[in-house]
């Protein structure tokens, strides 16, 4: 029978069910905790915790920060506190999060778990420093905290420490077997370390573990890019675009496989990748040096020029180096560049392309 129930097969029909049954045991909960809350003569941080738990399975998030608030007031310590992060964190307000967290670390000892997504918060914030202590606390306390684990390996990848790097991914898998984030990082880790194989191993297993994440497919097209493999590559960043359309890195690396491809679409990725960040000076840096290649050296100094701004604004010694190659290289065509800045003065150390492998063991798509 057509139209009647609105339900379209049988999936749809026990996702519905599954979902309505928990709304329904949260509501249940719910009333069941705002219950108990009338006989207590006292605030009990408990039944406080409980009702904010169930107020944000139930949608209501800005409910549960209340109830979440009752429970630190009432003396609720840790659970409390990580319970209102939480909560901060669903609702988008990350500093209000990071107090939270602080609030919680400083009334007393907190386990591992806390001070691991504390951490984690606080690198996602841009404070390494006081993120490396919070995971270097939760992984002297428990060595195989996972998030931990996870996060401080992140870190040590950004520092270019990677054996210190892989020592921590090892730990997370030890403690996650089947985690995509750490399967996907050790790739990279191991792509750093030039073991092209063993790194295409692992960012594959990430990739078909979790085929709807955009990050292991990103992943992976960086190691297939490395390994001379566009078209392999482009697959792959088009399910990743696909996925987050509004990804500049993701663009870019599209880009940077369609012009291997010898692509004319190309040009048109390396505008829409600007486009989405333009203040980026590692997006604008690769549109100089696409200009540069396609000898369109005008537009590449214009490019160059904009770059050096950008830089003035965001220092990073990489970026300028591979800047001052591109600043060389455009002199040496007879380009006179007029706009330069201290940015891009640095002696240059660093090449303008990632380092990919010279073993013609990695033979080229079959297109």
Not at 334 to 344: H, I, K, Q, W
Request: net charge negative; charged share 20%; aromatic share 4%.
């Amino acid at each position: 029978m057509e139209g009647g129930s609105g339900l379209k097969g049988n999936g749809d029909n026990l996702g519905y069910l599954l979902c309505k049954y928990r709304q329904g045991r949260f509501r249940l909960s719910f009333e069941a905790y705002v219950e108990a809350d009338k006989l207590e003569k006292y605030p009990d941080a408990e039944i406080y915790c409980g009702l904010a738990e169930c107020s944000w399975n139930l949608g209501d998030v800005e409910r549960g920060v209340e109830w979440a608030r009752a429970a630190v007031q009432a003396g609720g310590g840790e659970r409390a506190g990580a319970l209102l992060a939480r909560l901060y964190l669903a609702s988008d307000q990350v500093e209000a999060a990071l107090q939270a967290y602080d609030q919680a670390i400083a009334a007393g000892a907190c386990s591992a778990d806390t001070l691991a997504a504390a951490g984690a918060l606080r690198l996602r914030s841009g404070d390494p420093r006081s993120a490396f202590q919070l995971l270097g606390a939760a992984l002297a306390q428990q060595p195989s905290q996972h998030g931990a684990a996870l996060a401080l390996a992140a870190m040590l990848m950004q520092h270019g420490d990677e054996e210190a790097a892989l020592a921590r991914l090892k730990v997370a898998l030890s403690a996650h077997p089947a985690c995509v984030a750490a399967h996907s990082n050790l790739g990279l880790v191991l792509l750093a370390k030039r073991k092209y194989v063993a790194a295409l191993t692992c960012l594959q297993r990430a990739a078909c573990a979790a085929p709807l994440s955009a990050r292991a497919a990103h992943n992976l097209a960086i190691g297939l890019l490395a390994c001379k493999r566009p078209v392999s590559a482009f697959c792959r960043l088009a399910t990743a675009a696909s996925l987050q359309p509004k990804q500049p890195y993701t663009v870019l690396l599209l880009a940077v496989a369609l012009e291997r491809l010898g692509d004319e679409r190309a040009d048109a990725a390396y505008s829409r990748a600007m486009a989405l960040r333009p203040q980026d000076p590692l997006l604008a840096l690769n549109v100089a040096a696409r200009h540069a290649r396609a000898s369109r050296l005008t537009e590449a100094a214009s490019a160059a020029a904009h770059t050096a701004r950008l830089l003035l604004i965001n220092p990073d010694p990489q970026l300028s180096s591979s800047l001052s190659v591109l600043l060389s290289q455009l002199r040496d065509a007879g380009v006179e560049v007029t706009e330069l800045s201290d940015a891009a003065t640095e002696p240059a150390t660093a090449s303008e392309q990632p380092d990919t492998p010279d073993d013609d063991r990695f033979a080229p798509d079959e297109v």
